[in-house]
Nanobody, 127 residues
C-alpha cells in the first residue's frame, strides 16, 4: 500500500487542521493505521492509531481530547482532526499502515510495528 499525507500548514495557537492520509490499493480495510510525528531534533513519536474497522482508537496523552482519528474505508482515507493546537504540536506528521494483527495489538504506539509510511506533512503552530 502507498500512503500520501496532506493537510499540514501554518496555524496560530488554538487553531485547527485536518490531516488526510490517502492510501492506494483495494485492501485498505486490511490495515490498521497510525499517525506519528517528528519534531526537529527529536525521535518520531506516536500520535494516534485506529484499527481495521471497528475497535478502539488510541491517542498519545499529549493529544488526548484535542485530536480525533477516523477512517473512511470506502474512500481509502484516514483523517486526523487536530483542534486546540499548541506550539509543541509543531512537527512533520506521518501516516503509517500495518496489516498483521500480531504486529499492531499491544504495539500500536511503536514505529517498528508499521510496514508502510507516507512522506509526511509539516504542521507548524505559531505562538
Amino acid at each position: 500500500v502507498q500512503l500520501q499525507a496532506s493537510g499540514g500548514g501554518l496555524v496560530h495557537t488554538g487553531g485547527s487542521l485536518r490531516l488526510t492520509c490517502a492510501a492506494s490499493g483495494r485492501t485498505f480495510n486490511s490495515y490498521a493505521m497510525g499517525w506519528f510525528r517528528q519534531a526537529p531534533g527529536k525521535e518520531r513519536e506516536f500520535v494516534s492509531s485506529i484499527p481495521w474497522s471497528i475497535g478502539t482508537t488510541y491517542y498519545a496523552d499529549s493529544v488526548k481530547g484535542r485530536f480525533t482519528i477516523s477512517r473512511d474505508n470506502a474512500k481509502n482515507m484516514v483523517y486526523l482532526q487536530m483542534n486546540s493546537l499548541k506550539p509543541e504540536d509543531t512537527a512533520v506528521y506521518y501516516c503509517a499502515a500495518v496489516r498483521a494483527y500480531s504486529s499492531y495489538s499491544g504495539r500500536y504506539f511503536d514505529t517498528t510495528s508499521y510496514d508502510y509510511w507516507g512522506q509526511g506533512t509539516q504542521v507548524t503552530v505559531s505562538s
